[in-house]
């Protein structure tokens, strides 16, 4: 079945890193997402990841995938107030329409 | 190109009455997405187009959802008979649809208030 699992909510204190863990259960996943939301705002596309690749860096972001065990997860190095938002990751099927699955969004505070 | 872009960027609106929003993709982009956003959730998918074809509806989308994108540009979401449970933000995305450029990017959203 098509399910995405994150946790609801991580604290960090500013300069800190923060590390927002995701699961995913359809193998066939072809690309994985992270999307960053602000409160009234739509979704900013942070990075992704291409489902054959165990690792992806861009500046302060990096994306770690375990596809064995179908685990995804986002470290954000120095977090700062500006990085408070709910994070969402999402898988993009195997199939061709390139719909988008998503999780429940965690909430990440960063304290100053 | 600023990117994708929503109206209205919110609507309130009697139990009963329909309303339309509109999204205007990225020029380029062949793909459009609609979703659905209700608090605290995650976006949920309701429908897909390739160019000017819905190639797929999420049985989400009821009878009373109706969505079109004739030219194969901008798109339309209409609700008829809206229900308060309706109330949600409605948000569009596009892609080029390829491999070589698999992101998807949203728009700002339609916030959705039935009372």
């Known amino acids: 079945g098509e399910d995405v699992e994150q946790s609801l909510f991580l604290s960090v204190r500013e300069g800190d890193s923060s590390v927002i863990n995701c699961t995913y259960t359809?193998?066939?996943?072809?690309?994985l997402y992270w999307y960053k939301q602000e409160p009234g705002a739509g979704l900013q596309l942070l990075t992704y990841i291409f489902s054959n690749m165990d690792m992806k860096q861009d500046q302060r972001l990096t994306v770690l995938l375990n596809k064995k065990d179908k685990h995804l997860s986002l470290r954000i190095a120095d977090t700062q107030t500006g990085d408070s938002a709910i994070y969402f990751c999402?898988?993009?099927?195997?199939?061709?329409?390139?719909?988008?699955?998503f999780g429940q969004g965690t909430t990440l505070q960063v304290k100053p | 190109d600023t990117g994708v872009s929503q109206d209205p960027r919110h609507k309130i609106t009697k139990r009963g009455q329909n309303v339309t929003f509109r999204c205007d993709p990225i020029s380029e982009h062949n793909r459009l997405y609609w979703y659905r956003q209700t608090l605290g959730q995650g976006p949920e998918f309701l429908t897909y187009f390739q160019n000017e074809a819905q190639l797929e509806k999420s049985r989400l989308l009821s009878d009373r959802f109706s969505a079109e994108r004739p030219k194969g540009s901008f798109s339309t979401l209409e609700i008829q008979r809206t229900e308060q449970g309706d109330s949600a933000m409605y948000l569009c995305?596009?892609?080029?649809?390829?491999?070589?450029?698999?992101?998807?990017?949203f728009g700002q959203g339609t916030r959705l208030t039935v009372v």
């Open positions: 995305a596009s892609s080029l649809g390829s491999h070589a450029n698999p992101e998807a990017f």
């Open positions: 999402a898988e993009r099927l195997g199939s061709n329409t390139g719909k988008l699955i």
């Open positions: 359809d193998s066939s996943s072809t690309y």
